[in-house]
């Protein structure tokens, strides 16, 4: 009977996998058992086939380059020791057995919150719960140094780069403490800071947190599929990983760092309309395209939804998200899915309050209105600011900024800037001046006079440019 109800539980496990992905799984456990041999004996080996920790590690280092750093290949293996193989008795064994591997593969890649949560207590603390928030934040920053390393040595940080990004080991403590801040506590409260490192949290408060942070089982996902090597290329891939990182335009052979590190480009781009998150095109960069107010117009009005990140002179890195084309105009724009965020020495994001409709300004050689790029706030109140003088700037938030309830970005509330990107997100619009195309200029004559009287006479070829870079930036 035992034999029974073990396959059973086995067989149910296994059937939530397409037949590919099961000669996956198996074709994974063979390696790392040893096994080999013809199918149907392989299976009847398998079953008495075991995987150790010192086998899961090998497969790692078989590599000169592990794709897994050490501390999660063990994590993953306290993980799948917790499972009970069905109708033995657990904690007899070192050894994984078949029917533990496919279940932890099913639990953590197919199941809900419920049957990830044991498995990942167990990765957290191999003696299981309850947990302290200091185990819950080194498994948390494990967890994301491993999807960094695991995507940039599986190569898959489509054109992206460890070289080409600032540097990631500060992103992944800013992305784990944002993620740990959602830790609530049964009464609702949440603990921040030293306060949560020594927190007890139980099972139930962890599995509200697994369930509430999608980021979790995303990042476990990709740990296993790209790690192990195991389904990664197979259809059930979910949008949630197909868009974890968006394809990288415009940055490649320009010998430029952007002001985004890896961690704060996944959390920031899990934010944007689900349309737009395959895709960032670098549109201006102060280092490429000078200190210029109307440079940075030249180069963002008209290309659709944008990414605004600013670095002040004190190190601060913060900015914005703007859902619509910029207009030079002497009116607000945009609408409440436009956001502002944070990115060192906090990451979050700030989302609109309903307050007002204050998203997005933008406006250059008026004597009546502020000159100047904005979003939120009101005029000479910005939550975020950047004075058509350029270089001047200001982040102002008595306690908190109006429309997106965001705190002071910057490092003074009046800033000097050092550096500057936008970022177009999704595909650009069929009117951004796309070969044979009209600019924005031919369109709109108020903007070519503003631009005139700029000094900006009829630069539309400045409009025009930087969409036709970097088309062939690969997926490399």
């Excluded at 784990?176 to 949440?190: Q, R």
């Excluded at 940055?251 to 737009?276: Q, T």
Aim: charged share 20%; with cysteine.
């Amino acid at each position: 009977k035992m034999g029974n109800a073990e396959s059973n539980a086995y067989q149910n496990h296994l059937s939530r996998f397409l037949p590919e992905e099961q000669s996956d799984i198996d074709g994974l456990f063979d390696t790392l058992s040893g096994s080999s041999g013809s199918a149907g004996a392989k299976n009847a080996k398998a079953a008495k086939k075991t995987v150790t920790l010192a086998a899961l590690q090998a497969r790692q280092s078989a590599h000169t380059r592990e794709p897994l750093p050490e501390p999660m290949t063990a994590r993953l293996y306290n993980g799948m020791k917790s499972i009970d193989p069905p109708g033995k008795s657990s904690g007899l064994s070192e050894q994984i057995a078949k029917e533990q591997f496919v279940i932890f593969m099913s639990n953590l890649l197919k199941g809900n919150a419920d049957e990830k949560i044991s498995i990942i207590m167990r990765m957290i603390a191999k003696t299981g719960g309850p947990l302290k928030g200091k185990q819950i934040q080194e498994f948390t920053e494990d967890l994301i140094t491993s999807v960094v390393h695991v995507l940039s040595y599986r190569k898959e940080l489509k054109g992206w780069s460890l070289e080409n990004t600032r540097d990631s080991s500060s992103g992944v403590k800013a992305l784990a403490s944002e993620l740990l801040s959602e830790l609530k506590l049964p009464d609702g409260t949440k603990p921040v800071g030293s306060q949560l490192l020594e927190t007890t949290f139980d099972q139930s408060v962890i599995e509200d947190w697994v369930y509430r942070v999608p980021q979790i089982s995303v990042f476990l996902s990709v740990v296993i599929r790209q790690g192990l090597h195991v389904l990664h290329s197979l259809p059930d891939q979910t949008n949630d990983i197909l868009n974890l990182v968006p394809h990288c335009k415009g940055i490649k052979g320009r010998g430029v760092v952007s002001l985004f590190d890896i961690p704060a480009i996944i959390y920031i781009n899990s934010h944007l309309p689900a349309e737009m998150q395959h895709k960032w095109q670098l549109l201006f960069s102060s280092r490429l395209h000078g200190e210029s107010f109307s440079q940075l117009c030249a180069h963002i009005v008209n290309k659709g939804p944008c990414i605004v990140i600013i670095r002040d002179l004190d190190g601060f890195l913060f900015g914005g998200f703007a859902s619509h084309s910029w207009e030079v105009k002497p009116q607000f724009q945009g609408d409440n899915r436009c956001f502002l965020f944070s990115v060192s020495p906090s990451l979050a994001v700030y989302t609109y309050t309903g307050y007002n409709d204050h998203y997005m300004y933008l406006n250059h050689g008026q004597q009546t209105m502020p000159n100047g790029l904005g979003m939120g706030g009101q005029h000479g109140y910005f939550g975020l600011w950047i004075d058509s003088d350029y270089g001047k700037g200001h982040s102002k938030a008595k306690p908190r900024c109006t429309t997106y309830n965001s705190p002071q970005l910057s490092a003074k509330e009046d800033f000097t800037l050092d550096a500057m990107e936008v970022w177009a997100v999704g595909d650009a619009p069929e009117n951004a001046g796309r070969k044979g195309k009209k600019s924005i200029l031919d369109v709109d004559p108020q903007a070519q006079a503003l631009l005139e009287m700029a000094g900006k006479s009829r630069q539309s070829e400045g409009l025009r440019e930087p969409m036709e870079e970097d088309e062939d930036d690969g997926d490399d």
